[in-house]
């Protein structure tokens, strides 16, 4: 995987591309763009159509989405200068409920993680 981050036309936006093996074939270009700074609130459009939430804390941008029936949790960190991105992949059919549904003891899902993909991202120039 890598990841290709560019100041966009647009001044305080990037251009947000993920390329995927090393033939270049899985290429991604979305826009990273802010929408309230001040809450650590920004979205990756997809360009399409699709506009993903993304959320800063620390020197973490993560976010969560659902597309047919799997929901996506995405972390991008920033540890010793180098960017650790995971991946984590959840069925949503594939739950187990458990609780009393009551006030005291509300209905609570787990939910099977499917899969999980880790990655350490190193700067090049």
Known sequence: MRLNIQPADTTGQYNWQIIYGDDNKDQR??????????????????????????????????????????????????????????????????????GKGTTETPFVDSYNISSYQTGILLKVR
């Open 29 to 98: 270009p979305y826009l990273l763009r802010p929408v309230d700074k001040t809450k650590g609130y920004w979205v990756i459009d997809e360009k399409d159509g699709i506009i993903l939430d993304s959320y800063v804390h620390g020197n973490s941008l993560h976010g969560a989405f659902t597309v047919q029936g799997n929901t996506i949790v995405d972390n991008y960190k920033i540890i010793d200068g180098r960017m650790h991105v995971e991946f984590f992949s959840i069925k949503l059919d594939d739950k187990k409920r458990s």
